[in-house]
């Protein structure tokens, strides 16, 4: 082989070599237990008379089983629906302030706009068990200032922790920690228009806010898909605002949310096959949720187009 060969060969093969560390570690740290947790969602353990001695519990195959009690698991279904009435509250809530500041610090009347990004973006840079626990003790009567100000003026101390208020107050905590992000996202979008457009459209006799509505919103409509879609994730893998808070109130059950039922079937009574089945559902739930979503956003932006 000569050594231009040689030397083509080892062109061709550069990007391959580059991709091994990370095809390594993505099977080690994610394909690998994603498949392992597939296989226990199709094993069970087998109990031999009292389940006492060598052998008497054994691991078996399972079929469907563990997936058909997880479908039909009242504690899991009360769980997402929780989640979706969760998801109601926070994901429009949170992508309007996102849109709404983005489009704020987008114009030309905001003063310290470097400072006013960063103090937006802050919350997200604190860990979500942090905040949790900053807003939970906020949110207790006897701790809070908030509780303090209303006994004072005379007004209403309403219970945040328990009842419909608490969807409230889970709700604010991934609004007050996810919208700088977002709002990132959109800005960068909002930045990136010529500012030509904006010239033009003024030109023409344009408002401030017919700009924002008719230009800005629908050139960023790609990176509010893009945001609606990682809310939705992060949406239905709930567990950080409701595991921390739970301490605090009896509301909040261990089952609060799927994650939640999924971490205590496995750590708590030691059912890891059924959490693996449940953990799998809960997976391809956000899969097609994700999926669906994406189709039906382009199939719109194609639609769009061909107008």
């Given at each position: 082989m ?46 031999s ?10 691991e ?5 089983s ?16 929780r989640?979706?009435?969760y ?10 302030l996102a849109?709404?500041f983005?489009?704020m610090?987008?114009s ?20 979500g ?6 807003w939970?003790?906020?949110?207790l ?7 303090y ?6 007004l ?7 009842g419909?208020?608490l969807y ?14 977002n ?12 500012v030509?457009?904006y010239?033009a459209?003024?030109?023409d006799?344009?408002?401030p ?11 960023v ?21 409701p ?36 953990a ?7 899969l ?20």
């Open positions: 000569t050594s231009a060969r040689r030397k083509s060969y080892g062109v061709k093969g550069a990007p391959y070599a580059f991709l091994i560390p990370a095809t390594v570690l993505f099977s080690l740290f994610f394909a690998l237990p994603i498949g392992y947790a597939v296989w226990l969602s199709f094993r069970k353990v087998h109990v008379g009292l389940g006492l001695g060598k052998g008497a519990r054994e078996v195959w399972a079929g469907l563990n997936y058909t009690d997880a479908l039909t698991d009242s504690e899991l279904i009360h769980g997402a629906l989640v979706l009435g998801g109601c509250i926070v994901v429009p809530v949170m992508l309007g849109l709404l983005a489009l610090l987008d030309d009347k905001v003063r310290f706009t470097s400072f006013t990004r960063l103090a937006i973006f802050l919350p997200y840079a604190i860990p068990v942090v905040a949790a626990m900053l939970g003790f906020l949110y009567p006897d701790v809070s200032p908030f509780y100000v209303l006994e004072k003026l005379g209403p101390q309403p219970d945040l922790l328990d419909g208020p409230l107050a889970l709700s604010n905590i991934a609004v007050w920690g996810g919208t700088g992000f709002m990132i996202v959109i800005y960068t979008s909002l930045q990136a228009i010529p030509e457009v010239e459209a003024k030109l006799g344009a408002t806010t017919q700009i924002a509505l008719r230009i800005k919103i629908p050139m409509a790609p990176s509010l898909v893009l945001t609606f879609f990682f809310s939705i994730i992060a949406t239905l893998q709930v567990y950080n605002e595991t921390t808070l739970k301490p605090l109130t009896n509301s909040v059950s261990t089952t609060w949310s799927p994650l939640m039922k999924v971490y205590r079937d496995a750590f708590g009574t030691n059912d890891i096959y059924a959490a693996a089945a449940q799998v559902i809960i997976a391809l739930a956000t097609l949720l994700s999926f669906g979503f994406l189709r039906a956003a382009n199939r719109r932006q194609k639609q769009e187009a061909a107008r």
